[in-house]
């Protein structure tokens, strides 16, 4: 046998073998740092190369460079993204030419290493890896042979290495997975933990453990939403000096901003936020609706996040923001039906003020009516007898709703009730009624007063109009006139100019209609005042009537014009009616 054909024989045999053994390593592992280890040893040490690097792909097209021997990191960049591929070996020289700009710079890289040629791993028409190597130690060129024995072994490898990829994507696929399981039980916990208190401190307290706990952030601050604007309520940061006034820009926030290189603070607060070593600001959301910032500083170790411990942050946020916004809608609901509770109260109190049982005048019809509003009003009038003929009728309005204003009238009520008995001149009460008024009240709260004494015997009535609607006047056979003479309103002076009253004569049938502002500025739903007018022309039409129709017919009259409206302030009459014979 020729010898030369013995040593061929021998080496075929020769490398048979070590890819029969090299295909049972790598085919008995899953491991893929270890099959490209061994890829790699095996060519290099078959053909006495120091120079080799595996790359595998990762991604479309996308090649990382996964194990090198012989060839130091920083000389090679880890990943390259190749649109065409190679069916055999290829010398470096020769994919330099290559039309790809991605491919020449692949190749400039290579040949900066000190690689000579590279081998595709190839599966199913498919490049699945690289084999790069550079030159024998011997200086020699690589053969027919060397090239044989090369793709040979990425053939063999390529399988292997698709296995062990495939493995990897699953334990990787597996590993977030159970991250996923494990970031939805924490979810699940610390959601049901915030949202069985109403507590805020304690929300913020669970909050601050999630934040510390499962991402690593130890400097952080919420501002949440109050119903009228964004406020701090949990600052972990010190020193941090940043006005919530200039957040609110930041209000309508709907995706995460991570300050970096690539994306540097774009507006005044943001550079604000980031020069007070803010790296993450986070939208706080509840159904969808801004409720909140989340200000993140650097997380331990410096560490940025990635995209699924965002989602997992993201859904943090909102899970707090919820349980926040709850929490301040509770307060608020308890806040409301506790100052409902108040006003309910004080409206019992206040119509407890009002007469009960309204003094029999002999000869005279007195009828009277104060149906509130929504709220407690200041809206007052009295029946006082100061004699078997003699008798007090008040009417008055307070400026302004609520508790202010009926505490206000309780005064009034008490006032009258102190000086009415002293049976001083009406001017003169009138000017204590306003004195003690003035003193025991603000400058911005007033009351209008009508007021006057009825004497049954002499059928007289003589009054004083403090400011107030002055009353109409129905007289036989006069028009209907307005009740004006008088003064100022009470509380605005202590010493105001003297108060006038006018002494009136009551004939058989006539009748005296009081009210207060809540009849004539009452408003349809087309938002029409009632009017002067209006009310002058049916108090004219209700001659005839008794006082407690009069005071019907004024009442009726004002709901249907105002049907389909919210009454917006009280409605107070007071009628009084010399009886006809």
Known sequence: MNPENSNTAQDIISDSAALLELSNVLNASTDL??????????????????????????????????????????????????????????????????????????????????????????????????????????GKEFESADRTFLESVAAVAATAVRSALTIEELRLVNRRLDTKVQEMNTLFET????????????????FSYALMGQLRVMRFAVFAWDGVKLRPVLVKI????????????????????????HRPPENEIERVLHDAGIHTVVPM????????????????????????????????????????????????????????????????????????DIPDAEGYEIAAINESSQQVGGDYYDVIALSDHEYVLAIGDVSGKGIPASLL?????????????????????????????????????????????????????????????PPYLLHEGSPTRALDTGGLILGIMATPPAYESELISLGEGDTIVTYTDGVNEAMSKDMEEFS??????????????????????????????????????????LVLRRKPV
């Open 33 to 138: 740092d270890f099959i490209l280890g061994n890829i790699l040893l095996s060519c290099m040490g078959k053909l006495l190369v120091a120079r080799g690097v595996v790359l595998v792909e990762q991604g479309e097209r996308c090649y990382h460079i996964r194990s090198m021997k012989g060839v130091r990191e920083i000389e090679m960049q880890k990943e390259f993204t190749l649109e065409t591929g190679w069916e055999q070996v290829q010398h470096i020289a020769d994919i330099r030419a290559s039309e790809s700009a991605a491919v020449r710079e692949f190749a400039r890289c290579c040949a900066n290493c000190g690689l000579e040629i590279v081998i595709p791993m190839r599966l199913d028409e498919r490049m699945v890896g690289i084999i790069g190597l550079g030159g024998k130690i011997t």
């Open 532 to 573: 002067d007018e209006r009310l002058a022309e049916l108090i004219e039409e209700c001659r005839p009537l008794t006082a407690q129709n009069t005071l019907q017919r004024i009442r009726d009259d004002v709901l249907a014009f105002t049907e389909g409206a919210t009454q917006s302030d009280d409605i107070t009459m």
């Open 285 to 356: 959301l509840s159904q969808n609706q801004p409720r909140g910032i989340l200000c993140l500083g650097e997380r331990i170790g410096g560490a940025r996040f990635e995209s699924l411990e965002l989602e997992y942050l993201h859904a943090l946020a909102n899970i707090a923001s919820s349980a926040l916004e709850n929490a301040r809608l509770v307060k608020e609901t308890i806040e409301k039906q506790r100052i409902e509770k108040e006003l309910s109260v004080a409206k019992t109190i206040q119509k407890g003020l009002l007469p009960s």
């Open 409 to 469: 009238m309780a005064n009034v009520q008490a006032a009258l009730r102190t000086i009415a008995p002293l049976r001083l001149p009406l001017p003169e009460a009138t000017a204590r009624i306003n004195a003690l008024i003035h003193n025991n009240t603000g400058i911005d709260k007033f009351i209008t007063f009508f007021w006057g004494i009825l004497d049954t015997r002499v059928h007289s009535f003589e009054y004083v109009n403090a400011g107030h609607n």
């Open 238 to 261: 010190p020193d941090f000096a940043v006005d919530s006034d200039a957040l609110q820009s930041l209000m309508d926030l709907r995706e995460t901003i991570l300050f970096s290189d």
């Open 191 to 206: 959601s049901r933990e915030m949202n069985t208190t109403f507590d805020t401190d304690a929300i913020l307290r669970i």
